[in-house]
Structure formats: structure tokens, C-alpha cells
């Protein structure tokens, strides 16, 4: 009998991360998540997903000054998002330009180890500077170049914004990218690994990932949960809010996971940091709102027979809306981040490659017989 969605199949060996879905644990190379978003960078943990370990201090200045020197973007890219029109989706504008990179790095088609690595720096180098340069240039704002001497999370709300972002803003973005930089098999992460098993090329498995994640089901869904924060507006309407949509048989967007059936362990990291953002500026509404919901959705679970917890969606939303990012672009900054655990998967497949050809258990009819042209109905 088929599994539904592969559930339950396991596809290939990895030791990039793993989840204990009733424990709600992630480590990434036997890290825990929680050490991971307290106690390093994101430049830290891509060394990590990239070569096995976490770097000391020269590895770590050296591979931080080839991310930064691989920031910038060909002209031409810029080009292109200038032409595409704004009311382009910012996760297709990225899949595009992510596709469009080939074309402009030596090693595109270049399959050894050392290439792979220096592609797997390049893309996770660049797109943020895509993403916002699209962001500005839907707005009628030129592009801000990138800067050398700012970190992956810094430098990102410096290119976005056109500012210099503070500790705490950077910061809380670096732990983001964090969170999301890698997590086991999931859709994206399967679609580049698909690819890359046919011996395609880098460029072509990010770019299947990242239209993988585009979808709500996947990275799409910190977008809806926004929405749904500004729809229900007040503190004081979340529950009733709740209360219709259960009614009325919608999921709330926020909530579950494929695999988790524990809390999420990045969802509670997220709301630590969506506090900070709400301690400083002094506008809690969204983390109130939020808190509302949660406990909403836990008394309601809880009369039903259920159990539900918030997932890294959930609080991640609030915590890009109050630092500024538009909220169609929440799943580019997902896809910045993953791009260090699909490059990761992808260098992995290729070290011990076989082509991914799953079956189809066949249910349709038998016994047909051709009839002529003239006689079918």
C-alpha cells in the first residue's frame, strides 16, 4: 500500500540534523538548537552544516570574509528584477534570480567537491541580496549594495532598510537564520536532493527548493499567519477570531507540524525574541495577540481531545513584521536561511549519489481496448 505524502519512508542517510518529534527536539550534528541560537552565528552554523563542525577562529574569519566577499550580484541580476513586475511574488522573483545565478559563476557546471563548496557560498551569499534588492525596487527605491564588514544578518536589514540595524536587530535576525537554516528531509530539502540525484547542477537544486518552499503548506505559512494577526486586529477580538474560524472547520495557520507532535523547540526561542522586540519598542499588540492565541488554541484543543502546539511559524511572523520585513517576503528570508541546509543535502547526495526513483502504486483501470476515432463518444 502507497504512503501518503512518502510518511513514514525513509529516503536516504544524513547526518546533517535530526528530529525527535515527540520530544520536540532539533539538533543539528548533534547540537541541540537551543545551544545553537544562544551561542553561535549563522556564519558558525554553516561552517557546521558544511564541513561537520563548528569552526574555530581563523575558520570562522576565513569562511565569514568569503560570504561577505560573495555578496554582490551581477548587474544584470539587478537588471532582471528591475524588469520583473512588482506585483511579482517575492518568492518567485528569488526563484527566478536564483536560477539566473548560473549564468554568472564559474563553477555552474563544474560537479567536484571544491566547486560545490564554493557555489554552496556563493548562493547562500547572495540571495539576500536579491531578496532585497527586490524588496526595494517594487518600492521604487534603488537597491542598497552589500557591505563587507556586517554579518549575513546584519548586513541583510542594512541592504532591506537602508539603515544599519542595531545589536538587538541583528541579533534576533541571526538567530533566525539559525532556526531555519536546516531541518532533515522535509519538501524543499527532498525536491533539491531529487534534483541533484539526476547529477543536474546546484543552481537547478536550489531552485527547485526554493519553489518547493514557496508554498503555504511549507515556508508559506509565517506569510499567513501574519495575515491572520492583522485580521483579528486587537487582543480583544483573538478569541472570538478563533472560536469562528474552528467553527467554520479552517486551520489556524501557525499551528501543527508534519512532524513535531511535541511543542516545536524553535517556536519558543522565536517568542523569547519577539519579547525582547516588544520589551524594547514598547508595541506588544502582535506578541499579545499572539499569546491570546496560543492559550485560545490550548483550551480548544484540550476540549476537543487534542493536543496542538505553535509551530517556528507562529512567532516568527511577528518578530519580521516588527523589524520591518514586508510580509510577502517572509518566506525569502526562510529560503536565505535553508539555503545553508540545502546546499548542505545537496553536497551530501552527490558524496554517495544515487538516482531518487520512488514508485507509483497504480489504481486506475485495466483491460482497455482502442476504438476507432470515428466511434468514440
Given at each position: 500500500m502507497a504512503s501518503r505524502g512518502l510518511e513514514g519512508v525513509v529516503v536516504a542517510e544524513s547526518e546533517l540534523s535530526?528530529?525527535?518529534?515527540?520530544?520536540?527536539?532539533?539538533?543539528?550534528?548533534?547540537?541541540?538548537?537551543?545551544?545553537?541560537?544562544?551561542?553561535?552565528?549563522?556564519?558558525?552554523?554553516?561552517?557546521?552544516?558544511?564541513?561537520?563542525?563548528?569552526?574555530?577562529?581563523?575558520?570562522?574569519?576565513?569562511?565569514?570574509?568569503?560570504?561577505?566577499?560573495?555578496r554582490a550580484v551581477h548587474p544584470d541580476l539587478i537588471e532582471l528584477l528591475r524588469r520583473t513586475p512588482p506585483a511579482t511574488h517575492p518568492m518567485a522573483a528569488l526563484r527566478t534570480a536564483a536560477s539566473a545565478l548560473a549564468s554568472y559563476d564559474p563553477d555552474a557546471e563544474d560537479m567536484s567537491p571544491d566547486a560545490n563548496q564554493r557555489k554552496a557560498i556563493r548562493i547562500t551569499a547572495k540571495l539576500p541580496t536579491l531578496t532585497a534588492a527586490f524588496a526595494r525596487l517594487r518600492e521604487g527605491k534603488e537597491p542598497v549594495a552589500p557591505r563587507e564588514d556586517l554579518s549575513t544578518a546584519g548586513n541583510f536589514l542594512y541592504m532591506l532598510r537602508g539603515e544599519e540595524p542595531d545589536e538587538l536587530e541583528t541579533?534576533?535576525?541571526?538567530?533566525?537564520?539559525?532556526?531555519?537554516?536546516?531541518?532533515?528531509?522535509?519538501?524543499?530539502?527532498?525536491?533539491?536532493?531529487?534534483?541533484?540525484?539526476?547529477l543536474s547542477d546546484?543552481?537547478?537544486?536550489?531552485?527547485?527548493?526554493?519553489?518547493?518552499?514557496?508554498?503555504?503548506?511549507?515556508?508559506?505559512?509565517?506569510?499567513?499567519?501574519?495575515?491572520?494577526?492583522?485580521?483579528?486586529?486587537?487582543?480583544?477580538?483573538?478569541?472570538?477570531?478563533?472560536?469562528?474560524?474552528?467553527?467554520?472547520?479552517?486551520?489556524?495557520?501557525?499551528?501543527?507540524?508534519?512532524?513535531?507532535?511535541?511543542?516545536?523547540p524553535r517556536a519558543p526561542i522565536l517568542k523569547r525574541l519577539a519579547e525582547q522586540l516588544a520589551a524594547r519598542g514598547g508595541n506588544t499588540k502582535w506578541l499579545d495577540i499572539s499569546e491570546r492565541i496560543q492559550k485560545k488554541m490550548a483550551e480548544e484543543m484540550e476540549r476537543r481531545g487534542r493536543k496542538i502546539y505553535p509551530n517556528v511559524d507562529f512567532f516568527s511572523a511577528s518578530v519580521y513584521y516588527t523589524l520591518g520585513i514586508p510580509t510577502d517576503m517572509f518566506t525569502n528570508v526562510f529560503a536565505c536561511a535553508r539555503a545553508a541546509g540545502w546546499t548542505a543535502h545537496v553536497m551530501e547526495q552527490l558524496a554517495d549519489n544515487r538516482l531518487i526513483r520512488p514508485q507509483a502504486e497504480y489504481v486506475g483501470p485495466m483491460g482497455k481496448k482502442v476504438r476507432p476515432l470515428d466511434e468514440r463518444g
Open positions: 535530526k528530529i525527535y518529534g515527540d520530544q520536540g527536539r532539533l539538533i543539528y550534528r548533534g547540537y541541540e538548537i537551543e545551544d545553537l541560537a544562544e551561542h553561535t552565528t549563522f556564519e558558525e552554523v554553516c561552517h557546521l552544516l558544511w564541513h561537520g563542525e563548528l569552526p574555530n577562529r581563523k575558520q570562522l574569519e576565513e569562511l565569514s570574509g568569503e560570504l561577505a566577499r560573495n541579533r534576533i535576525i541571526d538567530a533566525a537564520l539559525i532556526l531555519h537554516a536546516e531541518h532533515g528531509m522535509n519538501a524543499s530539502t527532498f525536491s533539491a536532493r531529487v534534483t541533484i540525484a539526476t546546484m543552481h537547478s537544486a536550489i531552485t527547485s527548493a526554493i519553489g518547493t518552499l514557496k508554498g503555504p503548506l511549507h515556508g508559506g505559512a509565517n506569510e499567513r499567519v501574519m495575515h491572520m494577526l492583522i485580521e483579528i486586529g486587537e487582543p480583544e477580538a483573538a478569541e472570538a477570531w478563533i472560536e469562528e474560524a474552528l467553527g467554520r472547520g479552517e486551520r489556524i495557520m501557525g499551528f501543527g507540524h508534519r512532524v513535531y507532535r511535541a511543542l516545536d
